[in-house]
């Protein structure tokens, strides 16, 4: 029996890029994966005060199972009430590639999808995109499509080159749709390593500088498209000290280079309203979890290691809403 993301206290993206485009920010978009995560993104949300989409791929969907997934989108809602603050909520797939997929998170409570026809030839992304529009828009649910292909790996996305997105080609694609929201390719990538170090540059403190994002191609579009909803995914900073840290106590994460926060910062001020971060979160906990393991070798309570990953989680992502993404007291 299908059950409508309303029932589960959630909403969907379109008053939310509403408010955020007026208000020049981007409302944060995190992937989680588990319980952790979850208290995580919320507990942020809701001291910041922010709204936020919380982000499910179709891996992290078979990991923490579809029906447990819609108790706990569910479960968010009433968190962030107990913890004083109602805030807007959005259950979303991140990087749905079938019809399928996409009518079956619907069907669970999902309030918002995403298609990613983007590694198909345009004309069967258009047509792709299209079928999931026409069920998603039954059930009121916001559907997001890609033009462009991101490089790197993250979860079950994968891809070797990046292609820009053709300004050009948004009008048609927009109106041939009925997307709500559109994922472009403008320099962002997939995974913790976005960029080899022969692309980069080197800072006088020998920091690896990425090249700019392509922001001639957003200006372009955004003229193709006046106040149409933007979403940049790939879009993790890979903060330095976090990788320090990872590669301190064992890891070895070697020239991971992300985005620069002013940059995604100026993103958030234009049409970009959804900025998609997942890697940087995975560093974070990564990096608390490590160094319990490496100063507490005897510690074998999960308590004790996800729990300081839970923290240093959320104050990455309480950073975020309030110095780059610009959400913080939105709501």
Same mark, same amino acid.
């Given at each position: *029996?299908?059950?409508?993301?309303?029932?589960?206290?959630?909403?969907?993206?379109?008053?939310? @890029?509403?408010?955020?485009?007026?208000?020049?920010?981007?409302? #944060?978009?995190?992937?989680?994966?588990?319980?952790?995560?979850?208290?995580?993104?919320?507990?942020?949300?809701?001291?910041?005060?922010?709204?936020?989409?919380?982000?499910?791929?179709?891996?992290?969907?078979?990991?923490?199972?579809?029906?447990?997934?819609?108790? *706990?989108?569910?479960?968010?809602?009433?968190?962030?009430?107990?913890?004083?603050?109602?805030?807007?909520?959005?259950?979303?797939?991140?990087?749905?590639?079938?019809?399928?997929?996409?009518?079956?998170?619907?069907?669970?409570? @999902?309030?918002?999808?995403?298609?990613?026809?983007?590694?198909?030839?345009?004309?069967?992304?258009? =047509?792709?995109?299209?079928?999931?529009?026409?069920?998603?828009?039954?059930?009121?649910?916001?559907?997001?499509? =890609?033009?462009?292909?991101?490089?790197?790996?993250?979860?079950?996305?994968?891809?070797?080159?990046?292609?820009y997105t053709r300004p050009d080609e948004v009008i048609d694609f927009v109106k041939k749709t009925g997307v709500d929201s559109l994922a472009i390719s403008?320099?962002?990538?997939?995974?913790?390593?976005?960029?080899?170090?022969?692309?980069?540059?080197?800072? /006088?403190?020998?920091?690896?500088? /990425? /090249? #700019?994002?392509?922001?001639?191609?957003?200006?372009?579009?955004?003229?193709?498209? #006046?106040?149409?909803?933007?979403?940049?995914?790939?879009?993790?900073?890979? /903060?330095?000290?976090?990788?320090?840290?990872?590669?301190?106590?064992?890891?070895?994460?070697?020239?991971?280079?992300?985005?620069?926060?002013?940059?995604?910062?100026?993103?958030?001020?234009?049409?970009?309203?959804?900025?998609?971060?997942?890697?940087?979160?995975?560093?974070?906990?990564?990096?608390?979890?490590?160094?319990?393991?490496?100063?507490?070798?005897?510690?074998?309570?999960?308590?004790?290691?996800?729990?300081?990953?839970?923290?240093?989680?959320?104050?990455?992502?309480?950073?975020?809403?309030?110095?780059?993404?610009?959400?913080?007291?939105?709501?």
């Amino acid at each position: *029996m299908a059950v409508s993301y309303r029932e589960l206290g959630l909403v969907n993206t379109r008053e939310m @890029f509403k408010k955020a485009m007026a208000g020049k920010y981007a409302v #944060p978009a995190y992937n989680f994966n588990n319980m952790e995560q979850l208290q995580a993104i919320i507990a942020a949300c809701v001291e910041t005060r922010s709204p936020v989409i919380l982000q499910v791929s179709s891996g992290a969907r078979k990991y923490a199972d579809a029906t447990l997934l819609r108790y *706990m989108a569910k479960g968010a809602v009433e968190y962030a009430k107990k913890l004083g603050v109602e805030i807007p909520i959005t259950l979303h797939l991140d990087h749905g590639d079938t019809l399928e997929l996409c009518k079956d998170c619907i069907d669970n409570g @999902f309030s918002s999808v995403m298609i990613d026809g983007s590694h198909h030839p345009y004309e069967k992304n258009v =047509e792709l995109t299209r079928q999931v529009v026409e069920y998603a828009h039954k059930f009121d649910v916001t559907v997001e499509g =890609e033009l462009g292909q991101l490089a790197g790996i993250e979860d079950e996305v994968s891809a070797e080159h990046s292609t820009y997105t053709r300004p050009d080609e948004v009008i048609d694609f927009v109106k041939k749709t009925g997307v709500d929201s559109l994922a472009i390719s403008i320099g962002t990538s997939h995974g913790a390593t976005k960029f080899k170090p022969e692309q980069c540059t080197l800072s /006088p403190d020998g920091v690896l500088i /990425p /090249p #700019p994002l392509r922001f001639d191609i957003l200006e372009e579009v955004e003229k193709q498209l #006046p106040g149409f909803p933007i979403v940049l995914h790939g879009s993790s900073s890979v /903060p330095v000290e976090q990788v320090k840290i990872i590669n301190q106590y064992g890891g070895k994460m070697k020239d991971a280079v992300g985005i620069p926060e002013e940059q995604l910062r100026k993103a958030a001020s234009s049409a970009v309203c959804k900025i998609n971060i997942d890697s940087d979160g995975r560093l974070a906990m990564t990096a608390a979890i490590r160094k319990v393991f490496a100063e507490k070798p005897s510690e074998f309570d999960p308590r004790k290691y996800l729990g300081p990953a839970r923290d240093a989680l959320k104050e990455l992502y309480k950073h975020k809403n309030i110095n780059v993404l610009g959400s913080a007291n939105r709501v």
